[in-house]
């Protein structure tokens, strides 16, 4: 019986690269005219039954809906950058077939699914949509508002320890006057799962703490830069620190402080949300609470590819405890 080295031999390639192009590796980048000579020879040599074995196996053929924008700028949208490298990583480790797809293109989806991940904080009509194209019941959310968590399972991170957890870093730094900057929620998010709710609630629960304003506006750098510069353009007093609910708002809004010569954390401290990379491009690098979203792509391949296997239909959350990244933006007062 032919071997995989009888087929190296015969096509003029190494022994591994027989063997994935046979099992159809995603991961192999090789020509076409090398694949078809490895057919041939394996043909040849009489390997052809267990040729078409490999590729007649069952693939699980997942997919992955995300909004229309997020992966076109990757400052902007590190979150998702880094959910998505964890389900790459997990997929080609599987040996999943997937597609990235934008909810714009959800209607033009005709292959069979065997699973979905819906990656991104779409509202509930988007959410609805998204349901009625995609054939499976094997779902699993990636994001803050899950609205069917009995349909599908969840892959989430904690909103109020974020917050909590940035709030008791200022507080125990000697900050007391903290203004919060921040991009708008959808209008159907509960309170709940809003980071502004729950800076609210610190301030009330820590009455040392004092309300120094806040504003908000679209997510991103540019975003970022703007409520900042309203920030002044409004005469408003600096304060001893701005809770940010996500890195790149941060990022624009320290860009603003840097132009008008005012010293982070000198003049003012800064803690955000996320732990992506777009906080090592501020200077000083940005203290943030890292939701570990990299893992949270790989555990949500974990979840789908469990849920398809086993016929799970009992759905389950996976909520990931949050770190503090402390880097060069709180300056300790006292």
């Not at 000579?37 to 053929?61: D, P, R, S, W």
């Not at 959310?141 to 899950?146: D, E, I």
């Not at 004092?210 to 540019?222: D, T």
């Not at 609470?289 to 799970?312: W, Y």
Request: glycine share 6%; with cysteine.
């Amino acid at each position: 019986m032919a071997t995989l080295l009888d087929i190296a031999q015969a096509a003029g390639v190494a022994k591994s690269t027989v063997s994935r192009v046979l099992r159809q590796d995603p991961t192999l980048s090789t020509s076409e005219e090398t694949r078809e000579k490895i057919f041939a020879a394996a043909h040849a040599l009489g390997y052809h039954m267990k040729q078409e074995k490999m590729l007649n196996q069952v693939t699980t053929n997942i997919m992955v809906v995300h909004k229309d924008t997020h992966f076109l700028n990757q400052i902007d949208n590190a979150f998702y950058f880094s959910v998505r490298s964890g389900i790459e990583e997990a997929c080609y480790k599987k040996k999943y077939k997937f597609m990235f797809t934008p909810f714009q293109f959800i209607g033009n989806i005709t292959e069979k699914t065997d699973g979905a991940l819906i990656v991104g904080n779409f509202d509930k009509a988007q959410v609805d949509v998204i349901l009625q194209r995609i054939k499976t019941p094997n779902l699993v959310f990636v994001g803050k508002v899950n609205y069917y968590p009995e349909k599908m399972d969840w892959i989430t991170y904690n909103i109020k320890d974020c917050v909590y957890k940035s709030m008791d870093y200022l507080r125990e730094n000697g900050h007391r006057k903290i203004a919060y900057l921040g991009g708008y929620d959808n209008q159907d998010t509960p309170p709940d799962f809003s980071k502004y709710h729950y800076f609210e609630q610190y301030l009330k629960e820590h009455p040392e703490m004092e309300f120094a304003g806040s504003l908000v506006g679209e997510h991103g750098v540019e975003s970022g830069y703007s409520l900042m510069n309203e920030w002044f353009l409004k005469k408003r007093e600096i304060p001893d620190a701005f809770f940010v609910s996500n890195d790149p708002i941060a990022v624009g809004a320290i860009k603003v402080l840097n132009e008008r010569y005012i010293s982070v954390p000198e003049n003012v401290s800064i803690v955000a949300v996320n732990g992506d990379s777009s906080g090592m491009l501020s200077f000083p690098a940005l203290t943030s609470i890292d939701v570990h979203t990299f893992e949270m792509g790989k555990e949500a391949v974990e979840v789908l590819g469990e849920r398809i296997q086993r016929k799970r239909t009992l759905a389950k959350k996976v909520e990931f405890c949050t770190s503090l990244i402390r880097r060069g933006t709180v300056k300790k007062l006292v």
